[in-house]
């Protein structure tokens, strides 16, 4: 019997490999910066004045760091869902849906579910829980529809986050349901600030920075989706079904019971960010609540190339480009479209060079 040894990569040629693609990503984002910046002179906005609106809104203080960092968590929390889906060749593009149904789960339980008086930090954590069982059980919708009837999941989850949020939009524009007591013409249609007890508490109350504690259950929780991805049956189970479900079959894995199950996980981070945004950010649940978070996290999930590491570091990166880009409209008068294309940009040129790095076999 002939013994087959496969000759190890030397650490020096990994080195070079990962210098190679961050050389390849910097490029690419220092040209869609470039080409970002003679698009916002073309339309007479000084390009000094823009920059510096931009730093300020992302991290010129610290509130403004600590606000790039909570935006992140929300994207962060779509992305690890939409990785863990992916393994097994699942694409959830529903986070949005998932955000909102969430997002009014949280609402209705701070307000009239009684958990205003809990002990223990059961307040916010009750809200928190029930908004990711309602995201899961968004996601077993399409799971159900994928494994017995064969729907497409890009179909379904696209088209459920639409349904989901015409049921926000009705949540806060009638009053039998979510939208506060019109005492005026003038009433905002949005739901009553959710009590105190049932925001999310900061990290660090003195610091200025005003993170909640949900940046550390995202780093918990993606670390704990990393570790079952890799180092779990049901972490294969997903890998087995995505590369040849008639093998996976074969070799006696529950191909509906894995499939639902990816995507009800799935749902649930996405329900989970819904939460997160109305307990640490928003306090009140109104029309245009998600604000494209959920389409962003999949680009976030997108970007990270399957890697829970990657979704933080891309999560990050929007977060930062949401603040800034948002400071930039209103300081320096930007166009919101414009934001939105200078946005665009960015995105493109990293998704382009790491499929150029793929096809040269560097990415690491």
Request: charged share 10%; net charge positive.
């Amino acid at each position: 019997m002939t013994n087959i040894l496969i000759k190890p990569i030397p650490p020096r040629r990994r080195v070079n490999t990962h210098l190679r693609a961050l050389q390849v990503l910097g490029g690419a984002v220092a040209a869609a910066l470039l080409a970002a910046l003679l698009m916002i002179l073309s339309v007479g906005v000084p390009v000094s004045e823009a920059l510096a609106a931009f730093a300020d809104g992302a991290w010129g203080s610290p509130y403004a760091i600590g606000a790039s960092i909570n935006r992140s968590l929300a994207f962060a929390l779509v992305g690890i869902g939409f990785v863990l889906a992916n393994r097994a060749r699942l694409t959830n593009v529903g986070g949005e849906g998932q955000i909102a149904v969430g997002a009014i789960a949280a609402t209705a339980m701070s307000l009239y579910g009684g958990c205003d008086g809990l002990p223990y930090g059961l307040a916010y954590i009750v809200p928190m829980l029930c908004a990711a069982l309602t995201g899961g059980v968004w996601g077993a919708i399409p799971g159900w529809l994928k494994a017995r009837l064969g729907t497409n999941e890009v179909i379904s989850t696209l088209l459920l986050s639409f349904i989901a949020v015409w049921l926000l939009y009705w949540c806060v524009q009638s009053v039998d349901l979510l939208r506060q007591p019109m005492t005026s013409g003038g009433t905002l249609p949005e739901s009553q600030t959710i009590p105190d007890t049932t925001q999310l508490p900061l990290l660090w109350p003195d610091s200025g920075l005003g993170i909640h504690l949900g940046l550390a259950v995202t780093v918990v929780l993606g670390i704990v989706v990393a570790a079952v991805i890799q180092r779990t049956r049901f972490g294969f189970a997903l890998r087995a079904v995505g590369y040849n479900p008639l093998a996976a079959k074969r070799a006696g894995i529950a191909i509906t019971w894995t499939t639902v199950a990816a995507l009800v996980i799935a749902g649930a981070f996405g329900g989970l960010a819904g939460a997160m945004m109305l307990q640490g950010d928003q306090y009140s649940l109104k029309a245009g609540f998600s604000s494209g978070y959920g389409f962003d996290g999949l680009v976030v999930g997108l970007l990270a190339r399957n890697s829970v590491a990657g979704v933080f570091i891309a999560a990050l990166l929007f977060g930062f480009m949401r603040s800034g880009g948002i400071n930039m409209e209103m300081v320096a008068q930007v166009p919101a479209a414009l934001v939105l294309v200078v946005q665009a940009i960015v995105i493109l040129a990293l998704a382009g060079s790491a499929m150029w790095l793929d096809r040269k076999g560097e990415n690491a």
